[in-house]
């Protein structure tokens, strides 16, 4: 028992740790070619920049295997053919060498002591311990800052002075906000933050009311307005979900970064495009929030913020002076170019990953035996042993050779390995496809693959001294391999295929 669960969580570190492994590599892609993209064309609009910087986060949510047809990916395919990977194809059978082993199938070498382990499982749970282990960490302190500004939450005392909460009023209906919006005093000495979705609540620290001018104050309301109005408690919460799962990456932590700027700036321009405030008004409240010397209080970007960090305030006062007004036109013309870009950009997986027929959803496979040649069908076959009828699941497959490489039959996952569940000195191997296909591959004396490797069609992924039985599957339900193989047969004896 205790060994079948140890398998369990071994497959299951080898899958996580091989999809971490993959969503690196593209999201290191990504991000090379967004930064090019940025440095290249010198873009400045939000907008863009947001998405783009976002499309990190996006990338890290999909699944390794999306792609579309029209992906960069594959036009740099049809650009340059070698980025294809190679399938294997079938090579052409030799029957003379199939005598002496198509007989020999039919008894078992039971004393069989050759017999190769699957690849060590240590390593990949080794890290997967870590991880684990790091996002229990980083999820724990986020958790415990979050109750604690809850707490200044609670301990804060609702503002009570008219005309400040004129002001919460005014900018919350500037901004169409129909959520109550509720100002709070504490006396914890941090930055200015916003908590709360359904019923906003903007945390201001008390100095502010005993030592800055109401302008200054308004500023801190108005910011804090904007990132209510964007939802942005949800979305850092979102974005801080991938970084404490990827806290691994440094790539999320960089684009982490430039998302937390621009998003600020996008809230200084959002307040700017009221006309309310000046630019000069606005940037003076900015320096005095930062004059005051108060700590950040999202140093795990636990909640939008009035973010005060002193080495990205040259750049915030430089765009509040450049700032213009926001047009629709250039919002549409953005949000277009996003979406080209995430098509483009985001499906990464090579689209003939999957081989399958472009008029149907039938499964393309090759033999997964070299030269290989069917020698008992798949059908009703009479055991000699209980002297009764059993069904046959799949083929057996052999090629005259004493040692025989085990080919993926078509690219896809594989989703297990382990002890056949025919004769047990052997091994099996289970690889998913797409539409519901599986390939299994039983009687193996060694394996070159672990649980969550994704493979490529003719890759080889073990090796038999005995034969190959191969199976298919479709949505759980079995299939005649011979319906999607073009192989010899030199049969050993016949089965019932009714």
């Given at each position: 028992?205790?060994?079948?669960?140890m398998?369990?969580?071994?497959n299951?570190?080898a899958?996580?740790?091989?999809?971490?492994s993959?969503?690196?590599?593209?999201?290191?892609i990504?991000?090379?070619?967004?930064?090019?993209l940025?440095?290249?064309?010198?873009l400045?609009?939000?907008?863009?920049?947001?998405g783009?910087?976002?499309?990190?986060f996006?990338?890290l949510l999909?699944?390794?295997?999306?792609?579309?047809?029209?992906?960069?990916?594959?036009?740099l395919q049809?650009?340059f053919p070698?980025?294809n990977?190679p399938?294997?194809?079938?090579?052409?059978l030799?029957e003379?060498?199939l005598?002496t082993?198509?007989?020999?199938?039919?008894?078992?070498?039971?004393?069989q002591?050759?017999?190769?382990h699957p690849?060590?499982?240590?390593?990949?749970?080794?890290?997967f311990?870590?991880?684990?282990?790091?996002?229990?960490?980083?999820?724990?302190?986020?958790?415990?800052?979050?109750?604690?500004?809850?707490?200044?939450?609670?301990?804060?005392i609702?503002c009570?002075?008219?005309q400040?909460?004129s002001?919460?009023?005014?900018?919350q209906?500037?901004f169409g906000?129909?959520?109550?919006?509720q100002?709070?005093?504490?006396e914890?000495?941090?930055?200015?933050?916003?908590?709360?979705?359904?019923?906003p609540v903007?945390?201001?620290?008390?100095i502010f009311?005993?030592q800055?001018d109401?302008?200054?104050?308004?500023t801190?309301?108005a910011?804090e307005?904007?990132?209510?109005?964007?939802?942005?408690t949800?979305?850092i919460?979102?974005q801080?979900?991938?970084?404490f799962?990827?806290?691994?990456?440094p790539?999320?932590?960089?684009?982490?970064?430039?998302?937390?700027?621009?998003?600020?700036?996008?809230?200084?321009?959002?307040?700017?495009?009221?006309?309310?405030?000046?630019?000069k008004?606005?940037?003076?409240?900015l320096?005095?929030?930062?004059q005051?010397?108060?700590?950040e209080?999202?140093?795990?970007?636990?909640?939008p913020?009035?973010?005060?960090?002193k080495?990205?305030?040259?750049?915030r006062i430089?765009?509040?002076?450049n700032?213009?007004?926001?047009?629709?036109s250039?919002?549409?013309?953005?949000?277009?170019a996003?979406?080209?870009?995430?098509?483009?950009?985001?499906?990464?997986?090579?689209?003939?990953?999957?081989?399958?027929h472009?008029q149907?959803?039938k499964?393309?496979?090759?033999?997964?035996?070299?030269?290989?040649?069917?020698?008992?069908?798949?059908g009703?076959d009479?055991?000699?042993?209980s002297?009764?009828f059993y069904?046959?699941?799949?083929?057996d497959?052999?090629?005259g050779?004493?040692?025989?490489?085990?080919?993926?039959?078509?690219?896809?996952?594989?989703?297990?390995?382990?002890?056949d569940?025919i004769?047990?000195?052997?091994?099996?191997?289970?690889v998913?496809?797409?539409?519901?296909?599986?390939?299994?591959?039983?009687h193996?004396?060694?394996?070159?693959?672990?649980?969550?490797?994704?493979?490529?069609q003719?890759?080889?992924?073990?090796?038999?001294?005995?034969?190959l039985h191969?199976?298919?599957?479709k949505?759980?339900v079995?299939?005649?391999p011979?319906?999607?193989?073009?192989l010899?047969k030199k049969?050993i004896?016949h089965?019932?295929?009714d």
């Amino acid at each position: 028992m205790n060994s079948t669960i140890m398998n369990v969580i071994t497959n299951i570190s080898a899958i996580v740790i091989h999809f971490f492994s993959s969503q690196i590599v593209y999201s290191l892609i990504l991000f090379a070619c967004v930064f090019s993209l940025i440095k290249l064309f010198k873009l400045k609009s939000h907008f863009l920049l947001f998405g783009l910087w976002t499309f990190i986060f996006i990338r890290l949510l999909l699944p390794p295997d999306l792609s579309f047809g029209l992906s960069g990916r594959m036009l740099l395919q049809q650009i340059f053919p070698a980025i294809n990977r190679p399938a294997a194809l079938a090579q052409p059978l030799d029957e003379k060498s199939l005598g002496t082993q198509a007989e020999s199938v039919q008894i078992l070498n039971t004393s069989q002591k050759n017999v190769l382990h699957p690849a060590d499982g240590h390593l990949t749970l080794v890290l997967f311990i870590l991880w684990l282990s790091g996002f229990v960490m980083l999820s724990s302190t986020y958790l415990r800052r979050l109750a604690a500004y809850r707490r200044l939450i609670r301990q804060s005392i609702a503002c009570t002075n008219n005309q400040i909460n004129s002001l919460v009023v005014r900018w919350q209906n500037l901004f169409g906000i129909d959520r109550h919006v509720q100002l709070r005093f504490g006396e914890q000495q941090i930055s200015p933050f916003t908590m709360g979705m359904r019923r906003p609540v903007i945390y201001m620290p008390y100095i502010f009311h005993v030592q800055y001018d109401i302008n200054t104050i308004e500023t801190v309301i108005a910011h804090e307005m904007s990132h209510i109005k964007h939802y942005d408690t949800l979305w850092i919460k979102l974005q801080n979900f991938i970084q404490f799962i990827y806290f691994f990456n440094p790539v999320v932590w960089l684009a982490g970064r430039q998302i937390q700027q621009i998003r600020e700036e996008m809230c200084d321009a959002a307040v700017l495009s009221k006309q309310v405030l000046s630019k000069k008004a606005y940037g003076y409240g900015l320096l005095n929030v930062v004059q005051i010397g108060l700590p950040e209080s999202n140093h795990l970007l636990i909640q939008p913020g009035f973010s005060n960090r002193k080495q990205l305030l040259t750049q915030r006062i430089q765009h509040i002076k450049n700032a213009t007004l926001i047009h629709k036109s250039q919002v549409i013309i953005s949000v277009s170019a996003l979406a080209i870009l995430a098509v483009l950009l985001l499906p990464m997986a090579d689209k003939s990953h999957f081989a399958l027929h472009p008029q149907s959803d039938k499964l393309i496979l090759t033999s997964p035996v070299p030269d290989g040649q069917i020698v008992l069908e798949c059908g009703n076959d009479w055991d000699r042993d209980s002297k009764a009828f059993y069904f046959h699941k799949g083929v057996d497959i052999v090629n005259g050779s004493n040692q025989i490489d085990i080919l993926a039959a078509a690219a896809g996952t594989i989703v297990s390995t382990g002890q056949d569940e025919i004769f047990h000195q052997f091994w099996e191997i289970t690889v998913q496809h797409q539409n519901g296909y599986k390939t299994r591959y039983l009687h193996l004396t060694s394996l070159s693959v672990t649980p969550g490797d994704i493979v490529t069609q003719g890759q080889k992924i073990g090796g038999t001294g005995f034969c190959l039985h191969f199976e298919v599957l479709k949505d759980g339900v079995v299939q005649d391999p011979a319906d999607y193989l073009s192989l010899q047969k030199k049969l050993i004896r016949h089965v019932k295929k009714d």
